[in-house]
Each structure stands twice: as structure tokens, then as C-alpha cells.
């Protein structure tokens, strides 16, 4: 069979998350890319193959956890275009996004073979590809060569430096142990009459032998459907691992024989077993920086960081398919460009658990948005090293990663867990103003509901002010009661996280019912930024929530309350997990004094999301028969020929672990219908921009180089909801 020749400036192996990312990022950026998958499907892990969940509730201690950007643009294509949620429906949406880049050619169905190096074998010239099923084979040819794989398959073949390890955990003595792990995805159906099952003799594993938390994660998932598929995984000191089909068979056993269940089980029967990967025999490569479990618990900066990962950390028995085990970090983790490429094979970058790392961390960055942070990191890097002729390693040095970065930036993509600054946007070196901004007031008109029945939450809010004198909350009780309350400031290291006790209050209520309660502190604070006020009483009660809340106000619950997998010894409570792309509920309160935190001036900031405080503007709610605006304005006349807008997409709502029926469109804090005008320095106004109909929470216009005195962003409508929000905006020459 004589292959095929392809020639592109990138090839990327693997169209999961991670691959699809970095493809757009790259394409976006005007590089050719061949994106190659050896399966029938895109998605990779979060496909029908594996169905390893897209993300979960729990595994940030980041308020506003929510990733922007190309991955924001993916989620979106999802939810939009798989209204039927099916894994199928997942495909096609993945399809019809990279089908809309036309420097993508993709290739499905297509197992990398083999690699060629150059003469000193420090460069890939070529890979071979075969699709077994339509007997082709194609030999892709590029400069850049990224390795998306879920196992570092390309990054093995190039022979690049690494190492394929197993599990090497410390015990409470300091001494490490060696797990071996294995897993299968099995399909439960049921059957027309009720059957046995006789383990066969070549069975050799006991399901009793797995760890518990493998098996107590199966019985959770046949508690919550006993029909349906089921992660099955086995987690052992023991080096005879059973393949996917004993593992398969030694749970069915215990089900069918032994197990409480065993009697709903007479009805049932294993339809399909399909072989999970299992990071035992994940090739994790050498790159000039190794990522390790101390970095990301301590929340380390690295100064060549491109990207910024959230993932649970997965400890001693942690399973890789359940959230089981696993420890929520006390903030996001930096990941640096050091760690995303091969230090032999010049030409090779990698994204995901075969990055530069320890074994515990490789299971961190196969999460799936924090695989596809690192995709799109990899894939503009590799167009970087291209258009300037220069080696990845070159790259991350000073002098020429803060380019990076900042151009990073400029497409939504977080690349450290502080703000970037931005010195070449013009944005702030002018003055705003609006047609309207949000007041506090304008909580205790928004449409509400009763909380969870409960006798402790976690209220977070936003302060500006250096005092706090009184915090009023809107309650329901059934009785006379008295409340207890704590009001703390934000952690040091995660300002999302509750910290120091600054003062402490009780409050008796003589009467059942809906009712104000009040409590006073009169109070210095510290800074401004997020402040906590735990309430707590001996009986129930139900803090009234408003839907639809602005950014920066929320109410935390006991996490079983929240329903949420998953530990986290840095709080108690969580969020109520919230899949409508819609901002979230709050309490209906009151502060005094009063905050104006939604100001115009919030949009010539660094940050596009919330990081201390809010950093938006907020228009009052309006039914947009008059549009809201924002105008930004300098005293002298500024060169422009570039503008960006940040929209809010809701940071706070999670993604469904997997494919779900929906009938959501985008979200509806996004701005749908604007213009942008500008004015010229005699004074005359000229419509630049006219958009309608828009998806995306960051959008950048080019035009012809022009000198203005003002920029005017005149907004008519949005997704849904009744007020305007504009986290920033950006002008570059």
C-alpha cells in the first residue's frame, strides 16, 4: 500500500478535547493543520468509547471556575448543537465545529504507525497513519508535530526522552507502593426472563479483592441506574492485573452471586465491555520543567505559565473515572511552557497526562478542561515557533514569552492565575462612562424562590469599601429561632475561600415567616475583595434567593446538601451545582454602606473575569426598547485599528458530566445584538461595527487604522436577560 502524501505546518495526533483545542488555536492563527484520531469519533476521552466525564462540580475551589475562550466555544457548540444528548449527537456538534475552520483536515479512523526522524534524530519529518476499515494510508509531512494522544503514542514512537511508569504512591510511613490499575466501560441491559451466572474457571480475580473506593463507586452507579454503562475499575498492589474482560466478569460475578443486590440482578445482562485505557502504561515525556503534586498544591507561578488547569487532585485510592477519592485543590495550578514540549525532539509539543510530569500530576492534566487548556497552548505556540522561526524552548525564555502570553490574553485565554497585564491596550489610558450601572438595589427586584430548607450556608459577596456596618438577609423561618453568624475575609492564597474571623453576631427572630434579619459589625476591613458570612442556626431555615443574581453574589450549602462527589478539606460548603448557562442565585440582601462595584470604569481593567472582585460593568435591568451603552474616551486622540470585547458567559455554571437532552442556547447573560461607533477628533460619529445574532463572550474587530477621540459600544439586545454585562474592552494600534 502506497501512502498517501500530506503536507501541513502542523499535525496533531488525537481529537479529544486537548487535540480539537489546539487545532482551532492553531488554525485560528493561520497554520495548516492535520488533525489525525484512530477513532470513529471525536472527543477522545468524553466520547462513546470511554465516556470519561467532561467536567464535574467540585473539582475547583474558584467560585467562578469556568474556563473562556476556544474551550467556552466548544462547551457551547456542544450544549447548541446536541440538543438530543447523545454521544453521537457529541460527534457531529465536535464535527460541525472543526468543519467550520478551514485549515483543519481531519482525519478519522486513522492509527499512527510509525515516525521518521531527522538525520541527529532530533526533529519528526514524518508519521504514518492507516485506516484499516477503507485500507488508506497517509504519510503526513509538517513542521510542528503535537501529541494529543491519550497515551504520548507519537511522543513513543519519535523515541523522545521519558518514561511509561506505574503508579508509585507514598503510604503514611513515607515508603512508596506500586498500584496497577485496569478498567472497562460495560453496558447493563435487561433481559426478557430472569438468568444465572457461573463465573468460568479462567476468572482468576475476586471482585472482592479490588479496593473499596473501586467498589463502592460501582455500586453508587448502579444505585443511581442499574441500566445503562458503568465505569468498572480495579486499583491493586497486586501485579496480575485482570484485562478489561476478567475485570468485567469478577464484578458481574459478585453482582449476580453475592452482592445485596443480587436478586434485581436476576433480570439483567451485560450487553457490551468495551477496554478503558489505564494510566499504567501512559508514556510521560521529559521536557526542560517536570510538573509535580507540590506545584500544584502550592498554587506555584512560573513565569513561562501559558496555561491554567482545575482538576481534583487524585490521591492514594482515587479512581480515574469517578470522582471517588479525589481532593478538590485550594486554588487553580499554572502550567508551564517548559512542561509541553520534548527536550530532545525539537519539533514535538504535548498536551495532557503525557506532558512533562510526576505520575500523580498526569492524572491532573488528563482532566478534560485542563487537557484542552494545555491543547490550546501548544497549538498557538507551535504557530509562534513558525512565524518567528524560533524553538519552543526559546520561546518560554524572558523576552520572548511575555509576548506570548500577552497574545494569549488578547484571545480569552487564561495563562496565570493572577490577571495578565496588558500594556499595549489603549483601553487604559481613557475614561468611561454608561448609560446606566446596577445598584444594590436592583437585587430585591429580581424574581425569587425559597433556598434549600437548611441550618448553615455560606453567603459570598464583593466589598469596595474599607467598612462594613450592616448585612441584612431576607429569610424564611418556622418558628422563633436564633441565627449565629460569622463574617470572614478571603483566604491569603484563594480569596474564594473563606479566611480569617473578623467578627462574629447573633440574632433572635420572635416570629414564624418571611422576614428581614439584620446583623451589625461596624467593621474595618482589609482590602477590597470577597468577604464570607457563614449563618448558622439550631433549627431550619431558608434564605430567600433571587434568580438570575449579578456577578459576585452567591450562596454556598453543606456540600451534601449540594449533592457534590468528591472531597475537599478547604470547605464545607459548595455551590449548588447549576447546568443552565444562566448567572446563578443569590440571597436577596442588603450592605451598608452601599457597594457600587459595576461601575463603567470596571471594563478598562486587565482582568476579563471575576478575580477579587466582580470587574464588569452591569447595566440596570431594561427591556433594551432604548439600547444601554458604554463609552470610552481620551483627552487626546489615540491610533486604533483593533477592538475586543469580553462578554460574560456565566462563569459559575457546570458543564453536564455527560450528553444531555437540552434545549439551552447560549448563555443569556451573553450580548446578542451591538454597534460600535466612534467618533473622530472634529467630533464626527462613525458606525465602525454592526453585529447581530452573537455567540461568543469574546469578540475582536479589525479595521482600518483610524485616530479617535471615543469609542461608544452600543448595546440592543442580549441571550435573555434583561440588563447589560461587560466584563472588558480592549484597543490595540
Not at 86 to 102: C, H, I, N, V, W
Not at 484 to 499: A, K, T
Not at 503 to 513: F, L, N
Not at 580 to 606: G, K
Request: proline share 6%; hydrophobic share 35%.
Amino acid at each position: 500500500m502506497k501512502p498517501k502524501p500530506k503536507r501541513s505546518d502542523i499535525v496533531i495526533i488525537g481529537g479529544g478535547l486537548s487535540g480539537i483545542s489546539s487545532a482551532i488555536a492553531a488554525s485560528r492563527e493561520g497554520a495548516t493543520v492535520a488533525l489525525v484520531e484512530r477513532l470513529d469519533e471525536w472527543g477522545g476521552s468524553i466520547g462513546e468509547f470511554t465516556q470519561m466525564p467532561v467536567d464535574s462540580p467540585s473539582t475547583s475551589n474558584e467560585t467562578f471556575f469556568r474556563e473562556s475562550g476556544i474551550f467556552e466555544e466548544i462547551i457551547s457548540q456542544l450544549r447548541v448543537n446536541n440538543q438530543e444528548g447523545t454521544y453521537a449527537g457529541q460527534s457531529r456538534a465536535l464535527t460541525t465545529l472543526l468543519k467550520s475552520e478551514p485549515k483543519i483536515s481531519t482525519f478519522l479512523g486513522y492509527h499512527c504507525l510509525s515516525a521518521t526522524l531527522s538525520t541527529a534524530k532530533d526533529r519528526i519529518e514524518t508519521c504514518t497513519a492507516i485506516n484499516l476499515q477503507e485500507g488508506n494510508e497517509v504519510l503526513f509531512r509538517a513542521k510542528y508535530f503535537i501529541d494529543a494522544s491519550n497515551r504520548g503514542h507519537l511522543a513513543k514512537l519519535a523515541g523522545a526522552p521519558g518514561e511509561t511508569g506505574v503508579d508509585s504512591i507514598p503510604d503514611p510511613q513515607g515508603h512508596h507502593k506500586t498500584i496497577f490499575r485496569s478498567a472497562a466501560l460495560v453496558e447493563i441491559g435487561k433481559s426478557t426472563e430472569p438468568t444465572h451466572f457461573c463465573c468460568p474457571k479462567w476468572i482468576n480475580a475476586k471482585w472482592e479483592k479490588n479496593s473499596i473506593s473501586a467498589r463502592t463507586a460501582w455500586m453508587e452507579s448502579l444505585d443511581r441506574n442499574l441500566c445503562g454503562f458503568h465505569h468498572l475499575e480495579w486499583i491493586s498492589e497486586d501485579s496480575a492485573t485482570p484485562n478489561a474482560s476478567e475485570l468485567c466478569w469478577a464484578a458481574w460475578d459478585y453482582l449476580k452471586n453475592r452482592s445485596p443486590l443480587r436478586d434485581l440482578a436476576k433480570g439483567l445482562l451485560v450487553k457490551r465491555v468495551i477496554p478503558l485505557p489505564a494510566p499504567n502504561n501512559t508514556f510521560r515525556g521529559s521536557g526542560d520543567y517536570t510538573l509535580t503534586k507540590k506545584d500544584l498544591l502550592s498554587g506555584r507561578a512560573h513565569s513561562d505559565s501559558v496555561a491554567v488547569g482545575r482538576s481534583p487532585l487524585c490521591e492514594n485510592n482515587s479512581l480515574i473515572y469517578s470522582s471517588t477519592g479525589k481532593l478538590a485543590l485550594p486554588q487553580a495550578f499554572e502550567i508551564p511552557l517548559r512542561c509541553l514540549y520534548s527536550q530532545k525532539v525539537r519539533n514535538l509539543l504535548w498536551t495532557g497526562g503525557h506532558a512533562s510530569c510526576d505520575a500523580v500530576t498526569s492524572l491532573n492534566l488528563s482532566h478534560p478542561p485542563t487537557a484542552a487548556q494545555m491543547g490550546i497552548a501548544t497549538g498557538f505556540c507551535a504557530t509562534q515557533c513558525i512565524a518567528q522561526k524560533r524553538l519552543p524552548r526559546t520561546l518560554a525564555k524572558e523576552g520572548y514569552i511575555e509576548k506570548i502570553r500577552g497574545q494569549l490574553a488578547q484571545i480569552n485565554h487564561r495563562t496565570s492565575i493572577l490577571p495578565f497585564a496588558d500594556k499595549a491596550n489603549l483601553a487604559v489610558r481613557g475614561t468611561a462612562q454608561a448609560s446606566t450601572t446596577w445598584s444594590a438595589r436592583n437585587i430585591e427586584e429580581l424574581p425569587t424562590e425559597d433556598g434549600i430548607e437548611t441550618t448553615a450556608c455560606l453567603v459570598q459577596f464583593p466589598i469596595i469599601t474599607d467598612k462594613l456596618e450592616t448585612v441584612r438577609f431576607l429569610v424564611s423561618c418556622r418558628g422563633p429561632q436564633s441565627f449565629d453568624v460569622r463574617l470572614m475575609s478571603g483566604s491569603n492564597e484563594n480569596q474564594n475561600i473563606p479566611g480569617t474571623c473578623l467578627e462574629v453576631d447573633s440574632v433572635k427572630v420572635a416570629k414564624p415567616g418571611k422576614q428581614w434579619i439584620e446583623f451589625n459589625f461596624n467593621t474595618q476591613l482589609p482590602s477590597q475583595s470577597w468577604y464570607f458570612m457563614e449563618i448558622r442556626s439550631v433549627q431550619n431555615f431558608c434564605l430567600i434567593e433571587a434568580r438570575n443574581a449579578p456577578v459576585g453574589f452567591n450562596v454556598q450549602y453543606p456540600r451534601k446538601l449540594s449533592q457534590v462527589d468528591g472531597e475537599n478539606q478547604y470547605s464545607n460548603y459548595c455551590p449548588i451545582p447549576n447546568y443552565d448557562p444562566s448567572p446563578h442565585n443569590c440571597p436577596v440582601m442588603e450592605i451598608i454602606p452601599n457597594q457600587n462595584i459595576y461601575q463603567a470604569n470596571e471594563v478598562i481593567t486587565d482582568s476579563s473575569r471575576p478575580y477579587n472582585t466582580p470587574g464588569l460593568w452591569i447595566s440596570r435591568p431594561t427591556n433594551f426598547s432604548y439600547p444601554e451603552f458604554i463609552e470610552l474616551s481620551w483627552t487626546t486622540p489615540i491610533s486604533v485599528s483593533r477592538i475586543d470585547l469580553f462578554f460574560d458567559p456565566s462563569f459559575g455554571y457546570n458543564s453536564y458530566p455527560h450528553p444531555q437532552p437540552t434545549k439551552c442556547g447560549p448563555s443569556i447573560s451573553l450580548i446578542k445584538d451591538y454597534k460600535i461607533y466612534s467618533t473622530d477628533q472634529n467630533g464626527k460619529s462613525n458606525c465602525l461595527i454592526e453585529v447581530q445574532e452573537n455567540l461568543s463572550a469574546h469578540r475582536s474587530h479589525l479595521f482600518e487604522d483610524q485616530p479617535i477621540k471615543s469609542i461608544e459600544l452600543e448595546i440592543i439586545s442580549t441571550h435573555g436577560l434583561d440588563r447589560a454585562q461587560v466584563f472588558r474592552i480592549a484597543l490595540y494600534e
